[in-house]
């Protein structure tokens, strides 16, 4: 018998590492999922996550520096055209140091 998704997400006695990765476009809702996410136990490797925006986002994105920096990457690399919200975080990142 198959393990529900639950059971293999938050079973703390199962001994292997799992990554949970949250994916979407601006504004689709994925700052809120990342948030149920990391309520239901699983981390978010805080020492690296997006700063609260006073203006825009004042409880903050739950976005790791790292995950955008390579998503502007595969855009990069693929081509897309016009830089993404993603692509303009990540070369303001590097620009100010705050990695």
Request: aromatic share 6%; proline share 3%; with cysteine.
């Amino acid at each position: 018998m198959s393990q529900s998704l639950w059971q293999r997400l938050f079973n703390h006695r199962q001994q292997t590492k799992q990554a949970v990765l949250i994916l979407g476009s601006g504004r689709s809702g994925t700052s809120v999922m990342t948030k149920c996410v990391n309520l239901m136990g699983i981390s978010l490797g805080t020492d690296n996550l997006l700063a609260p925006s006073k203006r825009i986002n004042p409880k903050g994105y739950f976005e790791n520096k790292d995950v955008i920096i390579f998503t502007s990457h595969l855009e990069v690399a693929s081509g897309t055209g016009q830089p993404s919200r993603v692509t303009m975080i990540a070369r303001r990142l590097k620009r100010t140091g705050r990695r």
